[in-house]
């Protein structure tokens, strides 16, 4: 479809690993962005792409966490050596500048 | 700095009821308001929004007005139906020049029962 699509959608792995999550926005939209939501938690914002410009990377909680965006297209949210605190739905959203944002269906990630 | 504060759910109603959820912000300037809403297993979507004071925002019979004054945007809904059911966020994003960066509400579960 035409939507944002996350990949993968559920993620179970061992405290320690590394994990990468995938997000594929809207063709042609300039602007992407990562949020957690923990259970019970509202949207926690992580980082935010927008065009060239440099990443606001203000929401990231550790420096365990990191993302790029290749080609101002595909992005990927790293979490390295994971926590059982990290375990929450990460959500990608993309948009064009000043519209409103469309929301990809989320990886639940489970840290064991 | 920018903040956005929603009641505590759940909320939970019968077929019919009359709806609000309540949402206050905290902003400089004029933002852009919104109401997301989250279905089971799923990405939020867009339901309504308002760009400046006064605006309503409407969408499949759920309505809310940007109200300055009482820095608001509480949503509302005549007659509610199970469909419903999902949680809701309000959402600002800020004037600010080159800012694109939105700040979520906590979410407010509604439970509709037939």
């Known amino acids: 479809g035409a939507g944002v699509s996350q990949s993968p959608s559920n993620k179970v792995t061992e405290k320690g690993k590394d994990v990468e999550l995938r997000c594929d926005p809207i063709?042609?939209?300039?602007?992407l962005y990562w949020y957690r939501q923990s259970l019970g938690q509202g949207l926690e914002f992580l980082i935010y792409?927008?065009?060239?410009?440099?990443?606001?990377k203000s929401g990231l909680p550790s420096d365990r966490f990191s993302a790029e965006r290749t080609g101002g297209s595909v992005s990927t949210l790293t979490i390295q050596r994971t926590q059982q605190e990290d375990s929450a739905v990460y959500l990608c959203?993309?948009?064009?500048?000043?519209?409103?944002?469309?929301f990809g269906d989320g990886t639940r990630l489970s840290i064991l | 700095g920018n903040s956005v504060t929603q009641m505590e759910g759940p909320v939970t109603l019968s077929e019919e009821a009359f709806l609000t959820i309540n949402c206050t912000y905290t902003?400089?300037?004029?933002?852009?308001l919104f109401w997301y809403v989250q279905y089971p297993g799923e990405g939020l979507q867009l339901l309504l929004k308002?760009?400046?004071?006064?605006d309503k925002g409407s969408n499949k019979g759920f309505e809310a007005t940007y109200r300055k004054e009482t820095t608001s945007f509480h949503l509302e809904k005549g007659s509610v139906q199970v469909s419903d059911s999902a949680v809701y966020f309000c959402?600002?994003?800020?004037?600010?020049?080159?800012?694109?960066?939105?700040?979520f509400g906590t979410g407010t579960r509604l439970k509709v029962l037939a």
């Open positions: 792409f927008q065009g060239n410009s440099a990443p606001d």
């Open positions: 959203a993309s948009s064009l500048l000043d519209q409103p944002q469309h």
């Open positions: 902003a400089t300037g004029y933002p852009s």
């Open positions: 959402a600002l994003r800020p004037t600010t020049s080159g800012t694109y960066k939105y700040i």
């Open positions: 308002a760009t400046k004071a006064d």
């Open positions: 063709s042609g939209h300039t602007a």
